[in-house]
C-alpha cells in the first residue's frame, strides 16, 4: 500500500483521554496515508476523532490529560511521535501548516493582519523586513484578498468572515508547506463565501502542488473536493475509498446511513431515512464494532468481535465483515 | 381548533415589516445611525404549511422571528395572526397569542434551563398560562414526551445528562406543550450531528402531519429547506430578494443572488462540478443607510439604476415574486 509518492503516513495511531478513571479513546487505532497533490477527506460527526488525529500530526495534543497510546506518523522517513519538541517545530508551519474553523478566535486580535502572516515566516526563514513585507502583500494576493497594501495594517476585527479566513489560509502557505491540514475552515461560514475558500483552496493546491489534508463532518463539501476519503466512525475508520467509491458504492452501513439520510430537494415528500440512536461517549464504547448499536445489519456477532478491514479491492475498504460476507454469498 | 380559519387559509401574514436599530456613540450615547436589520419584508404562512426563510448570517432572519414572537417591537409594518394585527399589541393583549406562536431555538445546549429539569422546562409553559393542573398535567407531560420520542421517566432528568439530539427534541415539546399552532423553528438542527439531523427533520415532519402545524423553518441550509419547505422566501441584507414555491424558486430563479445561493450548495454527487457562480466577496462592512439596491457592488447584471433606486418587492409568476429590475421586466 505504500506508494512512492506518499507525502505522510499514519499507521495505528491510538489517542488516549484520561480522567479519573476514565478513558476516553479519541482515536482508536487509524491508519491513513496523503500522497503529494493529493487531497484527502476525514469525514465523521462530533467526537469521532477527526480533529485528535489532525491534532496529533502537528504534536498540538496536550500531554496530559491527552496520551499518545501507540503507532507512528512518518513523514519524510522520521516518526513524528518520536520528534524532540525543536525538531518538531521546524516542521510545524515550515513542513505542515494547519488551518482552524474558527477564524476570529484562531487570529489574534492585538496583532495585525502583517505581524501575523509573517510570524511563521520570520521564525522559519532568514529573511529582511523589506523582503517579509513583499512575501506577506503577495501571500495576500494569491488568496484573494483586494487592495492588501491597506490590509496588512489591519486588526482582524475589521475583516469579514470570509476574508478572516482568506487570512489563515495565507498563514498557512507562508513557509510553502508540503501538506496544509485544514480542519473545517468553512463550517462557520455562509454558503456563498464556502464556495470561494474551496475553489481558492482547489487552484492554491494546484499551482503550488501540495498535500491537503481536509477534515469536514459535510459530504457535499467532500464530494467536491476530495480524491480520497476516509470516513471515522467513534476513533476508528469504517470505510476508505475514492470519492465515486465511497459516495456511489458505500460498502459500510454507517457510510450508506449517512449517505441516505441527506435531506435534498430529490428526497421531497419521501420520509428521510435515519440511523437510530446516538454517537457513542468514547470513554464507554460499545464492545466489538463500535456502530453496531445503531446498525441495520448487526447480527450477534458484531457486538464481540472487532471488525476487520475487508478488501473491495482498487483500494476500497471498509470495516464490516457481516456485509462483506453477505456479497461473497451472492456471487 | 385548527379547522377555526374558513375562507382565510393563511395564518400569518407579514406586511412591510421594518426593524431598524440604532447605533450609539461617543460620551451621550448619541444615535449615529441606523442598521435596516429588517426593511420591508413582506411573505404569508399558509395553515399548515412550511415557509422556509434562508439566507446568510446577519441577513435579519433571526430577527424576522423576533419581531414574530413579539420579542422585539416592529417600527413598522403589521403582522396579522389569524386575521388580527398583532404588530401593536401590547403584553397583556398578547399573553393569550403567545401559546399559539412558539419557537424552537438552534442551540438546545443553551436554551434549556440547566437547572430546571426537562419535566419541569416543559411544563413551564402550561404553568404560566395556567393550562391544565395536577395528574392532568402530568398525563400531558407524559404524552409530550412520547410525541416527541421519548421515554417518560425522562421527565426527571436534567438537560445535561441529555445529547443534542435529545434536547433538541425536548425543546421541540416545550414548545409544542401549549398547543401552538404555529412554531417557528431557527436553525433547529444546525447544531446537530449530520447522523441526528435526519432524525429531528422526520419528527418535525411527523408531528407537522399529526398536529396541522405551521413551520417558519429559518436556515442557512438550502439542502434541508430544498426537502422540508413549501414556500421559499430568500433573504439578503434586511429585505427579501426572492420568494417563490419550492419547486419554482429551484427551478427557475430570477434574483441573481438566489441564482448564486444555489450554485453555490454543495451537492453531495462527485464527479458532477457544476459552475458555480462566484459572488464578489462582499468587502463593505454593514452600511448604516442603503441607496438602490442592497446587492450592489456583488451583482453580476448590475445596472447604473440599481444603484439610485431600489425596486419593490415586484410579481414575476404565479406566487413568485422578486426584488430586481431586470427580473420584473423579462
Known amino acids: 500500500m505504500t506508494n512512492d509518492n506518499t507525502l505522510i503516513s499514519v499507521r495505528d495511531l491510538k489517542v488516549y483521554f484520561r480522567s479519573g478513571h476514565d478513558c476516553a479513546r479519541a482515536v482508536d487505532g487509524i491508519s491513513f496515508e496523503i500522497r503529494q497533490e493529493e487531497t484527502v477527506c476525514l469525514v465523521g460527526e462530533s467526537g469521532c476523532g477527526k480533529t485528535v488525529s489532525a491534532l496529533s500530526i502537528l504534536g498540538l495534543i496536550p500531554i496530559p490529560p491527552g496520551e ?264 | 381548533m385548527k379547522s377555526k380559519s374558513k375562507d382565510k387559509p393563511m395564518i400569518l401574514r407579514v406586511q412591510n415589516l421594518k426593524k431598524y ?61 389569524r386575521g388580527i394585527d398583532i404588530g401593536k399589541f401590547t403584553e397583556k393583549e398578547m399573553k393569550p397569542i403567545r401559546k399559539e406562536i412558539q419557537i424552537v431555538f438552534q442551540d438546545p445546549f443553551g436554551s434549556l434551563n440547566p437547572r430546571m429539569t426537562t419535566g419541569l422546562s416543559i411544563e413551564e409553559g402550561l404553568r404560566i398560562l395556567g393550562i391544565k393542573r395536577g395528574e392532568r398535567r402530568k398525563e400531558r407531560l407524559e404524552k409530550l414526551l412520547k410525541m416527541v420520542g421519548m421515554s417518560p421517566d425522562s421527565a426527571n432528568r436534567y438537560p445535561h445528562e441529555f445529547s443534542g439530539g435529545q434536547r433538541q427534541r425536548i425543546c421541540i415539546a416545550r414548545a409544542l406543550s401549549v398547543d401552538p399552532s404555529l412554531v417557528v423553528c431557527d436553525e433547529p438542527i444546525s447544531a446537530l450531528d449530520v447522523s441526528i439531523q435526519a432524525q429531528i427533520i422526520n419528527l418535525l415532519k411527523d408531528l407537522q402531519e399529526r398536529l396541522g402545524l405551521s413551520y417558519l423553518f429559518i436556515s442557512h441550509d438550502l439542502n434541508v429547506v430544498s426537502y422540508l419547505c413549501s414556500t421559499i422566501s430568500v433573504m439578503y441584507k434586511g429585505q427579501i430578494m426572492e420568494s417563490a414555491p419550492a419547486e419554482e424558486l429551484f427551478e427557475n430563479p430570477r434574483h441573481p443572488y438566489t441564482l448564486s445561493l444555489l450554485s453555490a450548495i454543495p451537492d453531495p454527487v462527485p464527479g458532477k462540478r457544476r459552475k458555480i457562480k462566484l459572488l464578489e466577496p462582499d468587502l463593505y462592512d454593514y452600511p448604516m443607510t442603503f441607496k438602490g439596491c442592497r446587492f450592489q457592488g456583488r451583482c453580476p447584471i448590475e445596472e447604473p439604476r440599481c444603484l439610485e433606486e431600489n425596486i419593490g418587492f415586484e410579481k414575476v409568476g404565479e406566487k413568485h415574486f422578486a426584488r430586481c429590475w431586470k427580473a420584473a421586466e423579462k
Open chain 1, 68 to 331: 499518545i497510546a501507540g503507532g507512528r506518523i512518518l513523514f519524510q522517513g522520521k516518526n513524528l511521535l518520536e520528534l524532540a519538541e525543536e525538531d518538531m517545530q521546524k516542521i510545524r508551519g515550515n513542513h505542515i501548516a494547519m488551518v482552524f474553523q474558527e477564524p476570529l478566535t484562531s487570529l489574534n486580535p492585538v496583532f495585525t493582519i502583517e505581524d501575523q502572516i509573517g510570524e511563521a515566516v520570520r521564525i522559519h526563514k532568514n529573511i529582511g523586513a523589506g523582503e517579509l513585507r513583499d512575501r506577506c502583500i503577495q501571500l495576500l494576493k494569491d488568496v484573494g484578498i483586494p487592495s492588501p497594501v491597506q490590509r496588512l495594517k489591519d486588526y482582524p476585527h475589521q475583516l469579514s468572515g470570509g476574508q478572516r479566513q482568506r487570512v489563515m489560509i495565507a498563514m498557512a502557505l507562508a513557509c510553502d508547506p508540503d501538506l496544509i491540514i485544514a480542519d473545517e475552515p468553512t463550517t462557520a461560514l455562509d454558503v456563498t463565501v464556502q464556495a470561494q475558500i474551496l475553489q481558492l483552496l482547489k487552484s492554491i493546491q494546484e499551482t503550488r502542488s501540495m498535500s491537503v489534508l481536509y477534515i469536514t463532518h459535510d459530504l457535499g463539501v467532500v464530494a467536491n473536493i476530495a480524491d480520497r476519503v476516509y470516513v471515522m466512525y467513534s476513533g476508528i475508520v469504517t470505510e476508505q475509498g475514492n470519492t465515486a467509491q465511497i459516495f456511489h458504492d458505500a460498502r459500510h452501513p454507517y457510510t450508506q446511513g449517512l449517505l441516505a439520510s441527506l435531506p435534498s430537494r430529490s428526497k421531497r415528500g419521501k420520509r428521510l431515512f435515519s440511523i437510530p440512536g446516538t454517537v457513542p461517549n468514547p470513554a464507554y464504547k460499545p464492545a466489538g464494532c463500535p456502530f453496531h448499536p445503531r446498525c441495520p445489519h448487526a447480527i450477534p456477532i458484531c457486538g464481540k468481535e472487532y471488525p476487520k478491514m475487508c478488501d473491495y479491492g482498487q483500494a476500497h475498504l471498509a470495516r464490516c465483515p457481516v456485509l462483506f460476507e453477505r456479497e461473497d454469498g451472492y456471487k
Open chain 2, 21 to 81: 436599530f440604532p447605533i450609539r456613540r461617543g460620551f451621550f450615547q448619541k444615535i449615529a445611525g441606523w442598521v435596516e436589520a429588517v426593511d420591508d419584508v413582506s411573505f404569508e404562512i399558509e395553515q399548515g404549511k412550511t415557509l422556509g426563510l434562508v439566507g446568510e448570517s446577519g441577513c435579519g432572519k433571526t430577527t424576522v422571528a423576533r419581531l414574530i414572537l413579539k420579542l422585539l417591537k416592529p417600527d413598522h409594518g403589521k403582522i396579522i395572526f
